[in-house]
């Protein structure tokens, strides 16, 4: 197995497909409201890097029932994990938050529950929420990291810092919770040593799962105004792989890789066009590994070896 993938880990679990479902709550974020600030991170669009779903179908219940049936009708899966995507999704009070919680794991084969947020709008009452439901359903926490150098952190504009996920992350880790790590390869600034100490700080953390994505350009995005700014040139898809194929090697075989390349809607996508190939950049991912004769976590053990 040249890494661990999250359908190998979902099939290790329940023994079938089991497919995630992409929700929208229409709730905001910290870096947008003026509570952090304005704008959100560089790479942000005015969906908060989900669907859009809200807007068209505001009830959670009914966007899960939605999705489920084409799932189920393209896949034949019967299990689901809904997942709430769009901005922070532990940025409101329980009042508003335990209703959705409770709407989403409400729908026929729901088998878990996976909620995305930043780091920094966890609470224990929060985790406490979520917690609740980890009798029943399997409970992803998924964290925005992003990068672990507080001057790329600064520079896109994400309104915290890196000692400030730790704080969040730390906090997540006295629950009963699987913890899926965000990270973004190809931000502005960042070259190879950064995505390496990215990757060895992940290693250190230890989380449970680990989505890597590569950093694309959306209309409307401040991102998008860099770029035609001639800011900001975006990476090529050989580098990106080079650099996935890095991260990899130096993160436990055991972490779940529940991403390994974004995926932008073809509509809204300014540059690379590359990214649009996504099966592609799979497939010379797991060439390139083969031509290293490597896999997830060959170096890892070394790198820690040299602590």
């Avoid at 997942?83 to 794991?105: G, I, M």
């Avoid at 009798?135 to 504009?157: P, Y």
Wanted: aromatic share 10%; with cysteine.
């Amino acid at each position: 197995m040249l890494y661990y993938t999250f359908n190998t880990f979902l099939k290790e679990k329940f023994n079938e497909r089991v497919q995630k479902i992409t929700l929208d709550a229409g709730l905001t974020c910290p870096n947008r409201d003026g509570t952090k600030g304005r704008g959100g991170c560089i790479y942000c669009d005015a969906r908060g890097s989900g669907t859009g779903a809200h807007h068209d179908l505001p009830d959670i219940a009914a966007q899960a029932r939605s999705a489920a049936a084409f799932l189920s009708r393209r896949y034949k899966a019967k299990k689901f994990i809904p997942y709430f995507q769009s901005f922070c999704n532990t940025y409101a009070p329980l009042e508003t938050l335990k209703p959705l919680y409770d709407a989403a794991v409400s729908l026929p084969g729901a088998v878990g529950l996976s909620v995305a947020t930043r780091p920094d709008c966890l609470c224990p009452e929060v985790l406490e929420l979520l917690s609740s439901y980890t009798d029943r359903f399997m409970v992803w926490l998924e964290l925005g990291m992003q990068t672990a150098d507080d001057g790329t952190l600064k520079l896109i504009n994400r309104g915290h810092t890196h000692e400030e996920f730790l704080k969040g992350y730390y906090l997540a880790g006295n629950y009963p919770l699987l913890i899926c790590l965000h990270v973004i390869i190809g931000l502005p600034g960042e070259n190879s040593a950064h995505v390496h100490s990215t990757a060895r700080e992940v290693a250190r953390l230890g989380p449970a799962g680990i989505k890597i994505h590569s950093l694309y350009i959306h209309r409307g995005t401040a991102l998008e105004q860099w770029f035609r700014q001639g800011r900001f040139e975006p990476m090529q898809q050989e580098t990106f792989v080079g650099l996935a194929c890095d991260f990899l090697e130096l993160i436990p075989s055991k972490t779940v890789v529940q991403r390994l390349t974004g995926d932008p809607r073809a509509a809204e996508l300014v540059a690379p066009r590359w990214a649009l190939r996504k099966q592609e950049t799979l497939q010379l991912i797991e060439k390139e590994l083969i031509k290293r004769n490597s896999r997830q976590g060959k170096k890892y053990l070394k790198s820690r070896s040299l602590e």
